[in-house]
T-cell receptor
Framework: DTGVSQDPRHKITKRGQNVTFRCDPISEHNRLYWYRQTLGQGPEFLTYFQNEAQLEKSRLLSDRFSAERPKGSFSTLEIQRTEQGDSAMYLC????????????FGSGTRLTVV | AQSVSQHNHHVILSEAASLELGCNYSYGGTVNLFWYVQYPGQHLQLLLKYFSGDPLVKGIKGFEAEFIKSKFSFNLRKPSVQWSDTAEYFCAVSNTGNQFYFGTGTSLTVIP
């Protein structure tokens, strides 16, 4: 499968714990995005990388959230001290450079904070 | 920031009926417009996109959309829906390419 891969598919964690998600983009795509989707809503932008550089972050990305993309390949999204409001589907997408390209999305990681 | 409005939250149609899903956006400048589809249990997939040229865009599976700049609209259409079109449909707008603004989605149920 040469699409965008996300791991894990599901994560249940206790409030206050840290969690980390991984995204492997399509290998020739240099742009990588993280979005969050809650029930009944469309995806909301969190952050964006071009190669290894994190170029944009949403105000939704509080200081408990951090994302990395070492070497411009896979990316990780870490949430520290999880809260129940963090429960959502976390989507990763990748694209080649250029404003006219659509994204290729992964299947997402569903986080449930209990 | 952009905003994207999808007027229909849930649409129920019989097979062979025609479909039109509304999408309006707020930004007045140059935009790139997209429709994504999410079939049950699957990831978001690109249905079609517009970034310049002919405002009538054809996508996969018989879908098309028309960009009407004066109305800030990008409505999705299909002349005859099938049961397999049952899915969630999202309109998205981008003005820089760095982030997309998505609508809240329209859930389409097609009854055989």
């Amino acid at each position: 499968d040469t699409g965008v891969s996300q791991d894990p598919r599901h994560k249940i964690t206790k409030r206050g714990q840290n969690v980390t998600f991984r995204c492997d983009p399509i290998s020739e795509h240099n742009r990588l995005y993280w979005y969050r989707q809650t029930l009944g809503q469309g995806p909301e932008f969190l952050t964006y990388f071009q190669n290894e550089a994190q170029l944009e972050k949403s105000r939704l990305l509080s200081d408990r959230f951090s994302a990395e993309r070492p070497k411009g390949s896979f990316s990780t999204l870490e949430i520290q001290r999880t809260e129940q409001g963090d429960s959502a589907m976390y989507l990763c997408a990748s694209s080649p450079s250029g404003p006219s390209y659509g994204y290729t999305f992964g299947s997402g990681t569903r986080l449930t904070v209990v | 920031a952009q905003s994207v409005s999808q007027h229909n939250h849930h649409v129920i149609l019989s097979e062979a009926a025609s479909l039109e899903l509304g999408c309006n956006y707020s930004y007045g400048g140059t935009v790139n417009l997209f429709w994504y589809v999410q079939y049950p249990g699957q990831h978001l997939q690109l249905l079609l996109k517009y970034f310049s040229g002919d405002p009538l865009v054809k996508g996969i599976k018989g879908f098309e959309a028309e960009f009407i700049k004066s109305k800030f609209s990008f409505n999705l259409r299909k002349p005859s829906v099938q049961w397999s079109d049952t899915a969630e449909y999202f309109c998205a707008v981008s003005n820089t390419g760095n982030q997309f603004y998505f609508g809240t989605g329209t859930s389409l149920t097609v009854i055989p």
